[in-house]
């Protein structure tokens, strides 16, 4: 936990309601998310058990399993959840536009939107996964065959599972993660995993505080956990007897009926709370302006949306249970460039984000004090455009002469700087030289260089280009890596990790 978001806990705990550690919002939010609260069957191998879903507050539709451990069963579920995912995911391919590529010489198209699937918590991520590793490698013919749309619908939960992976990215959202995102409870990260506890923090009711409606919302009677997972004395009490008494009246359809009414209403009882919950989050998050660079990340989601629609249609394979050695490489090194360009992107959106690094010294505020805009550099081998400013800051400055700064206010020019000298009452004042954003001339071009009295943040975090890492074709690398084995041993016409890998027949049989 960081400096400031333990402070913004603490004084949530005093003032008894979540305290704000984001003045934007660092997510998208599309016009119509589509909620998914998954439920699992207790003791079994995320066995589904309900699902509720759907793209608006009135447009709930509650899927159930009758019986968990019924294969048939399971595999007719996810082929009623594919009948309202894969539409809304269709519904996303309509117009698209084009976006130039080679420095205008050509030309990609992508679609205007994207799908948005939002889940309660990461546990709901992890649901998603599993069902799409579970359900992408069925046979549609042959021995325990499956509905066409089962195993497209396992490729699509696998790229939205994937995408939940990239940092920034808001193709998955787990609500929780989402709400933490923003503001700071009095309770644990663990605590902050249970919806109903960290709205309850977040927005308590009129006459409770934070605490006492965290309190309140962890009785599982009250607020039944928020999926997948199910309260052990709901199973024991009310679960197990409803599913017995459905396999009991296997021959009776009158009973049988009866039963799965009863079913029906026992798990929409369960799930309908979380599923109200889930969209009062998307209020609050709605609430919050949207950070400046949000809808770029989005536009990198519409990408891979539109990348991977184009796989499928060409009749791709799925993708692989497990990447090879230098697709796991490459994969890595683009989720730690991704990671670090996010956590630049929100403080340079971000003012409280940013104070975390002000903090550690590598950002710093100040007020321009002297500004010198006109300012020529004639020491090589031409003359050009070198503007120097001082600015008096508080804050702590612990970067060395010579470092070459940015501002999230001309995040374009770059601040080298010049002369770093400590002066009475704590503070300091900086001498940078700029360089570009300022035109081509040897006249900076108005309000591209700071003006006395103005007020801005340097810091030594850049959101600059950095060009990807290469790495090897496989068939360069070693044997032990997924390269090509030495002479004499057998090649296996379809290593585990490289291409479809075959269908998993012994999962759900």
């Known amino acids: 936990m960081s400096t400031l978001r333990a402070l913004a806990a603490a004084q949530a705990v005093a003032a008894g309601v979540a305290q704000p550690v984001a003045t934007v919002r660092h997510l998208h939010l599309s016009r119509r998310p589509l909620v998914l609260v998954p439920l699992a069957m207790a003791g079994e191998a995320n066995a589904p058990l309900a699902a509720m879903v759907g793209a608006a507050p009135g447009e709930a539709r509650l899927l159930i399993v009758p019986q968990p451990r019924n294969r048939d069963q399971r595999f007719a579920f996810v082929a009623e959840l594919a009948a309202t995912v894969l539409p ?5 391919r309509g117009a698209n536009e084009a976006v130039p590529v080679d420095r205008g010489r050509d030309v990609r198209y992508r679609y205007l939107d994207a799908p948005q699937l939002l889940v309660p918590n990461p546990a709901g991520v992890t649901f998603l996964r599993l069902l799409g590793r579970a359900t992408r490698f069925r046979r549609i013919d042959g021995d325990y065959p499956v509905p066409p749309q089962v195993p497209l619908l396992g490729r699509w939960l696998t790229f939205f599972a994937e995408r939940a992976e ?3 990215s808001s193709a998955l959202v787990a609500m929780t993660q989402a709400l933490s995102l923003h503001w700071a409870t009095g309770q644990s990260a663990v605590e902050d995993l249970h919806l109903p506890a960290l709205l309850g923090w977040i927005a308590p009711p009129a006459g409770r505080s934070g605490a006492e409606a965290a309190a309140w919302a962890e009785d599982p009677q009250r607020c039944p956990p928020a999926g997948p997972a199910t309260d052990p004395s709901f199973d024991n009490e009310r679960l197990a007897p409803a599913i017995e008494a459905y396999a009991a009246a296997e021959a009776d359809e009158v009973a049988r009926g009866e039963a799965y009414a009863e079913l029906e209403k026992l798990l929409r009882d369960q799930l309908t709370p979380t599923w109200e919950l889930m969209w009062r989050g998307v209020g609050l998050l709605r609430a919050l302006p949207p950070g400046a660079r949000v809808a770029g990340r989005w536009d990198g989601d519409r990408d891979a949306f539109t990348a991977y629609a ?14 090879g050695a230098v697709a796991a490489a490459a994969r890595l090194h683009r989720l730690e460039r991704a990671a670090d360009l996010y956590a630049v992107q929100r403080a340079y959106d971000d003012p409280l984000v940013m104070a975390e690094y002000r903090l550690t010294g590598e950002a710093f505020v100040g007020e321009v004090v002297l500004a010198d805009a006109a300012r020529i550099d004639d020491s090589g081998r031409r003359p050009v455009l070198r503007p120097r400013i001082q600015l008096v800051t508080t804050d702590p400055v612990l970067v060395p002469v010579g470092a070459v700064l940015s501002s999230p206010a001309r995040p374009a020019q770059k601040a080298r700087v010049v002369f770093v000298t400590p002066v009475a009452d704590g503070k300091t004042e900086v001498v940078v030289e700029l360089s570009g954003g300022m035109g081509r001339g040897l006249t900076a071009a108005p309000g591209s260089v700071p003006e006395v009295g103005e007020r ?10 950095v060009p990807a890492g290469s790495f090897p074709a496989v068939e360069e690398t ?11 041993v057998p090649v296996d016409p ?3 990790g490289e291409g479809a890998a075959p269908v998993p027949d012994e999962e759900w049989t």
């Open 88 to 92: 809304y995911v269709d519904a996303h």
């Open 166 to 168: 990239h940092p920034g």
């Open 310 to 323: 184009d796989h499928v249609d060409a009749d791709g394979a799925p993708q692989p249970r497990r990447d």
């Open 456 to 465: 801005l943040c340097y810091t030594t975090l850049s959101e600059a280009y």
């Open 478 to 488: 070693p044997w032990t890596h997924g390269g090509p084995p030495a002479a004499g």
């Open 494 to 496: 379809l290593p585990a």
